[in-house]
């Protein structure tokens, strides 16, 4: 396959994995926090008794999503059972949803009675702030745990994924429960990625923290094109507070810093190095604008 025919093709692979949407979760302004264990892994819900209310805020615009798990009494052997949950934004009736579920291979941390099956609602946030009144009305239960999880647009849905062609590794980054391909590169294995100009690269950058690092950290990036020195970018950062690496328990993520190279027309290989650090190497991200994903194509 030629060269710029393979790049396409990664390219457009990555667009379709490509979330347009950014998820977080909410939590209510107050309640008791339930605990579920499910195959090992456990979840943090909300607990909302019958004829009791939780609220949320939330800031639109965006989508917000109810996950309910009834909880049925100990012994229940019905096949199904049924619950009502009403969301209210003042007089306003967001959702009013009459559903069933049956016994989940799961439990209640702590509980005796035995999670249901999970069950999905959602609703859109108007442009503001709004606050939101989730009653449980009606349950074969005495209570249910709740999530909720708030997508907006992203601030760069208008970005297409560009993956590097030699790196280190890649890293996933856990951030509010989303997943996010990393690319490391170290002083002895930069990460290269090859793009096709004239376009705008976007490279989100998070230096990654040591067992032993602490506080600010300042670090450089030296930038080469097609192997000639372009430029260095000199940046600091704090400990991300909400991010992990999945599977490396002695590195944490620093605060993300972004950056933009000018590519020019044509192919060309944008070379990333590390320096004037201690950490083990800086996490990256490459993105380009949707509109330049073909540019071999255009006139």
């Not at 967001?94 to 069950?119: F, I, K, M």
């Not at 190279?261 to 070379?271: D, N, R, S, Y």
Request: hydrophobic share 40%.
């Amino acid at each position: 396959m030629p060269r710029r025919l393979f790049f396409l093709v990664l390219v457009m692979t990555a667009l379709v994995a490509f979330s347009a949407d950014a998820s977080e979760l909410l939590a209510p302004t107050s309640g008791t926090v339930l605990s579920l264990n499910i195959a090992g892994r456990q979840s943090a819900y909300y607990r909302l008794a019958l004829d009791s209310t939780l609220e949320v805020k939330a800031s639109g615009p965006g989508t917000l999503t109810a996950i309910v798990r009834l909880a049925l009494p100990a012994g229940f052997v019905k096949d199904s059972a049924h619950y009502r949950v009403l969301v209210q934004s003042g007089v306003d009736t967001a959702r009013d949803v009459r559903t069933t579920t049956a016994s989940a291979d799961a439990e209640w941390v702590g509980q005796t009675e035995q999670p249901g099956l999970s069950r999905k609602f959602s609703f859109t946030v108007e442009t503001g702030l709004h606050t939101y009144h989730v009653r449980l009305l009606e349950a074969d239960g005495p209570y249910c745990g709740l999530r909720f999880q708030l997508a907006r647009p992203a601030p760069h849905a208008d970005q297409s994924p560009l993956y590097p062609v030699a790196m280190d590794r890649t890293l996933t980054l856990i951030y509010h429960e989303r997943r996010l391909d990393y690319h490391l590169a170290t002083p002895t294995k930069p990460v290269k990625v090859r793009a096709i100009g004239p376009t705008r690269l976007r490279v989100v950058t998070r230096l990654v923290y040591g067992a032993t690092m602490k506080g600010t950290q300042k670090y450089a990036l030296n930038l080469a094109l097609d192997a000639k020195p372009l430029k260095q970018e000199e940046l600091s950062t704090t400990k991300a507070v909400n991010s992990e690496f999945e599977e490396e328990g002695e590195w944490v993520p620093g605060k993300s810093r972004t950056i933009y190279v000018a590519i020019p027309p044509g192919e060309h290989e944008l070379g990333v190095t590390p320096t004037s650090t201690d950490a083990p190497g800086v996490a990256l991200r490459f993105t380009l604008p949707a509109d330049d994903v073909g540019n071999e194509e255009k006139d």
